[in-house]
């Protein structure tokens, strides 16, 4: 998550990863000494956290909608590059906050709303495949398009910024950590120009007052 991500700062005892995904980041969460556990509507990708866990993390199959989970049971929620997956963004971060103590961080990495307001389309190159501009069209509409992660075709969905932002507000939340991280010392120089020129990233922490 970056220099300044430091996400045991809080010493957060206990962590949950909605969207986990193969369970990447629950795994180097746990190596932090936080136990975390990953939850992940796709049941094959549970699988494979499951099997990839050699200190048997915990792994459910569950959607950020509706987390198995009691109020307040978690010091850290993790939800990193899942809310353009996730349908109901509004019901998942509400989930997240409900999940989480007072006092307890949230921590987002998602897909800039710049980049999935022009990833219909992609770069636009000129000759010799020069890279000439990324179209950002209809910002403010949200929708649905399809992608590919992993060589998987899946659906995303583009919201402004001010989704996201006006959701966890309206959850009570306070923004205590925002950045598009630049690309990093020895990234391959075309897609270090790809991210300096149209952000594709971004990292918040939200506090949950308590
Ligand atoms: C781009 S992947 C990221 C996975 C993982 N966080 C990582 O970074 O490796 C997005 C994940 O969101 C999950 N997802 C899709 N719909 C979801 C939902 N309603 N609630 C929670 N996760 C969802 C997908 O199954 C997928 O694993």
């Not at 629950?26 to 932090?32: D, E, H, S, T």
């Not at 569950?62 to 509004?90: Q, T």
Request: proline share 6%; hydrophobic share 45%.
């Amino acid at each position: 998550m970056g220099e300044h991500g430091d996400f045991g700062r809080r010493g957060a005892k206990s962590a949950l990863d909605v969207g986990c995904g193969e369970g990447r980041f629950c795994r180097m969460l746990n190596a932090k000494g936080i136990a975390t556990t990953g939850v992940d509507p796709t049941a094959a990708l549970v699988a494979h956290a499951c099997a990839a866990d050699v200190n048997g993390g915990v792994y459910l199959e569950a959607a950020a909608e509706s987390l198995p989970f009691e109020n307040g049971s978690f010091d850290l929620v993790v939800s990193y590059l899942a809310l353009i997956d996730i349908p109901d963004y509004a019901s998942g971060i509400a989930e997240m906050v409900r999940v989480l103590k007072p006092g307890g961080a949230l921590l987002i990495a998602n897909l800039n709303g710049f980049n999935t307001a022009g990833a219909e389309t992609g770069w636009v190159r000129g000759a010799l495949g020069k890279l000439l501009y990324y179209p950002v069209d209809h910002y403010l509409d949200e929708r649905a398009f399809w992608t590919e992660w992993r060589g998987i075709r899946i659906v995303n969905h583009h919201r402004p910024l001010q989704a996201y932002m006006q959701a966890l507000l309206r959850e009570g939340m306070k923004l205590t950590h925002f950045e598009e991280p630049a690309p990093i010392a020895g990234a391959p120089p075309e897609k270090a120009e790809r991210y300096r020129r149209a952000p594709w990233f971004l990292v918040m922490e939200w506090v949950k007052p308590g």
